[in-house]
């Protein structure tokens, strides 16, 4: 007997919840806001739409459903199940954050601040919830298929982003290493610089952009469904010992960027979250290309 859909509501701290939490009181969290110019009124009132947004997709929830909420701290230690609906409710920046912890469950996004997100990812209202979670498990409901960057080092860890991947030092200091592109002859080249950015289509909305954007790069940005990856080496530093010859380029399907360490550590993160990061020594390898996996945005 097959397990009913379990809608899993995914949010995060609102950042009135944090300055209460630091504060101790509304009035001592309005005071310090006040004090530098800012009114808590502002920050109260998101707050509020956050909340009433959550309450309006949980109420929408089918009854046969199961429910479960994951705020985005916890998300390493939630086991999501292959029959979850995963409905998303905030930035859009929220649903990269969930996407490496899923393996083919629909996710839906919901806008709590129209007008204020981009809403790229983040897609629908909290109204059109009813509607999109009747519909989600049907065959014919739509999803884009939105391409995923992978991380492998050679000792078997794995990181996978949505948007992009970095790979470079923890710190301010210069990344060294030596950079090459699979089925390229074995061409390899010693680089020092402050690291190196591989990105999806779905990253060509942020921080790859800005640095596509930066360098004047004549490749084209990927679409998010996209099987083709971007990646740039940034502030690449000549030398005796170092080159600038291997900057930029494109990754199609099959293709992998490697990178062997030659600091005494490196770090490889994905969509901005450094606290989840690999950790590499000098000598280790690592493989950067598209990932196998999608992640299946509900239009």
């Known amino acids: 007997m ?20 630091r504060h101790g009181t509304h009035g001592q969290a309005a005071f310090f806001l006040a004090s530098r110019g800012r009114d808590m009124a502002e920050v109260a009132e998101r707050h509020r739409r956050t909340r009433r947004a959550l309450a309006e997709v949980t109420s929408a929830v089918p009854p046969a459903w199961r429910q479960a909420r ?72 739509g999803a884009d298929e939105l391409t ?48 190196v950015l591989v990105g999806t289509g779905t990253g060509a909305t942020g921080w790859l952009r800005s640095v596509w954007q930066e360098r004047g790069a004549r490749l084209a940005l990927p679409a998010p469904t996209e099987d083709r990856l971007l990646w740039f080496v940034r502030e690449a530093w000549p030398s005796p010992a170092t080159g600038t010859a291997l900057v930029a380029g494109e990754l199609t399907a099959s293709a992998a960027l490697t990178l062997t360490v030659e600091s005494d550590r490196l770090i490889a993160f994905g969509d901005g979250i ?11 390898t690592v493989r950067v290309g598209a990932c196998a996996r999608r992640l299946r945005l509900v239009g």
């Open 70 to 141: 994951v705020e985005r701290a916890d998300l390493d230690r939630f086991l999501f199940a292959p029959e979850d609906v995963v409905v998303v409710v905030g930035q859009d920046g929220l649903v990269a954050n969930v996407a490496k912890y899923l393996d083919g469950q629909p996710v839906i996004g919901i806008d709590t601040d129209p007008g204020r997100n981009p809403g790229v990812l983040v897609r629908h209202r909290p109204e059109q919830a009813a509607v999109l979670l009747a519909s989600v498990t049907a065959t014919a409901t």
């Open 2 to 21: 097959s397990l009913a859909p379990r809608a899993v509501l995914v949010h995060r701290t609102t950042e009135y919840e944090e300055l209460v939490a």
């Open 148 to 195: 995923m960057v992978e991380a492998v080092a050679d000792d078997t860890q794995r990181l996978v982003a949505l948007n992009e991947i970095y790979l470079g030092s923890a710190g301010h200091q210069t990344a060294r290493y030596r950079l090459g592109l699979e089925d390229d002859g074995g061409v390899v080249e010693a680089q020092a610089s402050s690291g």
């Open 274 to 284: 450094e606290t989840d990061a690999l950790e590499l020594a000098w000598g280790q």
